[in-house]
């Protein structure tokens, strides 16, 4: 798992997409569903893991969700199509993505724009949240990701081109 830490963090500076889309490859190439989790074909975004516990809020117009992770843990994020805000609450983050890498302190929050992809590494117990317009009003989660993200960058980029 560090070697494929090491490689994905040489590679961020030279081209993110790149780094990330090769990191997801690897990781889903040694997911046992215990010490790396990832989603499936079928089901790309984990909503009922016991190691990255979500919880989500719903309000008029607005979704939240509210994402623990445990002390080391590593999460990939989906490509968000819309500008919106995340918080964290607790704990102490690096968030890399293709503008850089940040360490977050909570409690503060940032401004995400569309069309971003990020992994975040957990250096404790944190809780982040983010926040997204819901103007549907579902409280279906799989037609929320489906309306809020993109699994890859070319989904991203049919969706721009379709905007």
Known sequence: MSNIIQKFEAGLTKDFRSAVTKLEQDLISIADGTSVIMGTKEKPILNDCEKVPLNHYFMDGVYIRAMKMYKGTIVIGAIHKDLHMCFLLEGHLTVANGEGVVDHIAPCFIISNPGVKRVLYAHEDSVW??????????????????????????????YINQK
Do not use: A
């Not at 983010?130 to 049919?158: A, F, M, W």
């Open 129 to 158: 949240y983010n926040t997204h317009r819901n103007p549907s009003g579902t409280k279906d989660i799989e037609q929320l990701e489906k309306e809020l993200v993109c699994i890859s960058y070319e989904e991203y980029e049919q």
